[in-house]
């Protein structure tokens, strides 16, 4: 395991698999709650990348799996998270890097696609009409109600079904609790400039998934981005065989 330690002093683990320097690098980032194991290496989408002769950096993102997991909110927020990926590639040290995010890993992806011209291709996945159309009271309600789900001292007695379910969720893989509610609060409420993306884009959801439900709005809101529909909801559509051969066939190209 690698450690980066990022501009505000937070320490980002992150892995490296394969050693062909070919083609432009590949930066995976997950979703809220998992590491990159769980949410890439398991799934086989970095096996598939690296058969594909692809170098592939996979950060843990900061309160996630090896990286630090400070307890302020401050230290978290989708832009703060965007300037980790965007100290990785320079850590990286090429011009060009493919760049892909799953649910909470594609909001950061997209910040960081419209902000840096590094990024070759894009690939977003497990995000739908919700990005786009929720209002940022909505987005702040959603995220304090989630932090106290999070800070619950029994998940059996918080009444939102779906903070519940991330609760459970949390409660499963062992994150830190204070950790995800301090992201929660930093939860971002700026409508996304994803008109400012000129990066070739590909949006990946699951036909099932109802965290990602209408992915053809975020597909539209992005200049010239590609939709792919894949089987299973949030976590299953990782495992569609769909899913990394269209990542991989998305990325290949040049």
């Given at each position: 395991?690698?450690?980066?330690?990022?501009?505000?002093?937070?320490?980002?683990?992150?892995?490296?698999?394969?050693?062909?320097?070919?083609r432009p690098p590949v930066v995976l980032?997950?979703?809220?709650?998992?590491?990159?194991?769980?949410?890439?290496?398991?799934?086989?989408?970095?096996?598939?990348?690296?058969?594909?002769?692809?170098?592939?950096?996979?950060?843990?993102?900061?309160?996630?799996?090896?990286?630090?997991?400070?307890?302020?909110?401050?230290?978290?927020?989708?832009?703060?998270?965007?300037?980790?990926?965007?100290?990785?590639?320079?850590?990286?040290?090429?011009?060009?890097?493919?760049?892909?995010?799953?649910?909470?890993?594609?909001?950061?992806?997209?910040?960081?696609?419209?902000?840096?011209?590094?990024?070759?291709?894009?690939?977003?996945?497990?995000?739908?009409?919700?990005?786009?159309?929720?209002?940022?009271?909505?987005?702040?309600?959603?995220?304090?109600?989630?932090?106290?789900?999070?800070?619950?001292?029994?998940?059996?007695?918080?009444?939102?079904?779906?903070?519940?379910?991330?609760?459970?969720?949390?409660?499963?893989?062992?994150?830190?609790?204070?950790?995800?509610?301090?992201?929660?609060?930093?939860?971002?409420?700026?409508?996304?400039?994803?008109?400012?993306?000129?990066?070739?884009?590909?949006?990946?959801?699951?036909?099932?998934d109802p965290l990602a439900a209408r992915?053809?709005?975020?597909?539209?809101?992005?200049?010239?981005?590609?939709?792919?529909?894949?089987?299973?909801?949030?976590?299953?559509?990782?495992?569609?065989?769909?899913?990394?051969?269209?990542?991989?066939?998305?990325?290949?190209?040049?």
């Open positions: 395991m690698n450690r980066l330690v990022s501009s505000d002093g937070v320490a980002i683990a992150y892995q490296v698999f394969g050693n062909d320097r070919s980032q997950h979703g809220y709650i998992l590491d990159a194991a769980r949410n890439w290496v398991k799934p086989g989408i970095v096996q598939a990348l690296v058969a594909a002769g692809r170098r592939v950096f996979a950060p843990d993102a900061r309160g996630h799996g090896a990286s630090d997991k400070p307890h302020d909110s401050e230290r978290y927020g989708e832009a703060r998270m965007a300037d980790d990926l965007r100290e990785l590639f320079d850590l990286i040290g090429e011009d060009r890097i493919d760049l892909a995010g799953y649910s909470m890993g594609a909001s950061v992806a997209l910040l960081t696609a419209a902000r840096d011209h590094r990024v070759r291709r894009l690939v977003v996945g497990g995000v739908g009409a919700a990005l786009i159309e929720a209002t940022p009271h909505a987005r702040l309600l959603a995220g304090k109600a989630l932090a106290a789900g999070m800070l619950a001292p029994d998940a059996r007695f918080i009444g939102n079904p779906g903070v519940a379910a991330f609760r459970a969720f949390a409660d499963h893989y062992g994150a830190d609790h204070k950790a995800m509610a301090a992201h929660a609060r930093a939860v971002e409420t700026a409508a996304l400039p994803l008109q400012r993306i000129r990066a070739p884009t590909l949006v990946l959801a699951g036909r099932h992915p053809q709005v975020v597909a539209a809101a992005i200049p010239g981005a590609q939709l792919t529909l894949v089987g299973g909801d949030h976590m299953s559509a990782l495992r569609d065989h769909r899913f990394a051969a269209s990542l991989v066939d998305f990325l290949a190209a040049a």
